[in-house]
């Protein structure tokens, strides 16, 4: 399988702090990568770098075997992300945000994308609501439509569900491992929800103070460190250290 | 009354002010900027009382232009802001846009807004105050071309600022303005500044367009030479706007900005 994303070795400092301390990870094409670690661990520095948002202070991100600090914008192209941490404009309509986003993407056929996502997604009869008048759950709905407007190839998910209730929660799950399959997209996934994970995932990466701690598939992880489920591995793995001191 | 939850909800807004260099200056200049443009408006009027006798639109004109470089310079920043408040900042930012096209988007539809605002004024002053801003005839739209270059040179600056120091930088966004405005000379003559004020505000694009608006409107007489000047030191701080720009953004990579757009 071809990998559709690769980081080599990247390192983030703020001043003299550690964000991120050398880690290297691939995803491959129609792979769902989990990436976990407590609050603080380097988890949204890691997904600003691959976003653009963010300079690594050493080491290299490829997308699509593109190099991310000199082809920002064809790989911007290429990817999207959804974060409950940030929003659509409030005072446009659905439809508005949606088309305001295709043609920042420059998506052609504009019309019948948005008449694609809105029919998978269920939002067709929220196209004409103030977006910022919208339920929690039909918000997210609304901005996984956005993520996925570009067609992207690589999909970065933070917290994806988070303040869901167990409904829409499953249908997005249900969703992104069905949109996944259909279009050979990879997906990295920050989450804290084991649950998501270990549905969802093909293998995670743990990270801890800026450092990949563990990595594998979540069954072999659990047997790995004689738990019985992804939670318990997570909790072992975040009190290590404080144990040992 | 709990004296300690007042101290609480003191300390909550203390604290913030003391965090934030954006806030700290915008608290210590604002006032003396006040003192400081009224004042020299009144020394102005005390010593001259007759400078306005033949031309009554002077004044409206000068405010009318003003506005214009205000709605210009702060429409650009709302717009810039709008994004930071919808917390759509991120979104932007991750779309697959060059600075460039974000300015010149930015630069569009602050253009836009301000010519909403400015025409309705522009029709008023004629019907309530029997005054034309039309009379400075075709170096009108030199004068207001030189202007919008202005405010929306302050308009990237100061979006350079919010990227660099994120929301704090908000209120130094409003105020702009009214920190140049003693140097504009947009109500008085150039002469009525202190020598060292006068030598800051040949600096400015500022006093060339407004001097020049009241020599046609009182004397007659076009002095190309304003025109100019404002035009050249526009161009010096529309590139430097759009240099800062740039490397602020860069600078936002550097920290983190981007993703982190808090108080």
Known sequence: MKNLIEVKNIKKNYGKKEAVKGISFNVEEDEILGLLGPNGSGKTTTIGMLLGLLKPTSGQIFINNLKLEENRIEILEMINFISPYIELPKKLTVKQNLYVYSKLYKVKNIKERIEYLSEKLRIGELLNSITGELSSGQKNRVSLAKALVNEPKVLLLDEPTASLDPEVGDFVRTFLEEYKKEKKISILLASHNMNEVTRLCKSVLMMKNGEIVDQGKPEDLITKHGRTNLEEVFLKLSRSKSESN | ?263
């Open chain 2, 1 to 263: 009354m709990s004296l300690t939850r007042i101290y609480g909800l003191f300390l909550r807004h203390f604290y913030l002010i003391t965090r934030s260099f954006p806030r700290i200056l915008d608290l210590v200049y604002w006032p003396s900027i006040q003192i400081t443009l009224w004042g020299f408006i009144s020394n102005f009027f005390a010593t001259h009382t007759t400078y306005y006798n033949n031309a009554v639109g002077v004044i409206l004109t000068c405010a009318i232009l003003y506005d214009f470089l205000f709605r210009t310079s702060i429409g650009f920043n709302m717009l810039f802001l709008e994004e930071i408040w919808s917390r759509n900042f991120t979104n932007l930012f991750i779309a697959p846009m060059r600075i460039g096209e974000i300015l010149t988007s930015l630069v569009i539809t602050a253009l836009i807004r301000s010519l909403i605002g400015l025409i309705p004024a522009i029709l008023l002053t004629s019907p309530l105050f029997g005054i034309s801003i039309l009379d400075l005839g075709i170096f009108l739209f030199f004068l207001f071309l030189s202007l919008y270059f202005f405010g929306i040179t302050l308009g990237i600056l100061v979006s350079s600022g919010l990227l660099r120091f994120g929301p704090s930088f908000e209120n130094i966004a409003w105020s702009t303005m009214f920190l140049l405005a003693p140097f504009g000379c947009i109500y008085y003559p150039i002469e009525t500044l202190p020598e060292i004020f006068q030598k800051i505000a040949y600096l400015l694009p500022l006093v060339y367009i407004f001097e020049e608006a009241r020599n046609i409107l009182i004397n007659q007489t076009v002095n190309i030479e304003n025109v100019y000047y404002a035009f050249m030191w526009n161009a010096f701080y529309f590139s430097l706007s759009i240099a800062l720009f740039y490397y602020s953004f860069n600078a936002a990579k550097n920290k983190g900005t981007l993703i982190n757009m808090g108080e």
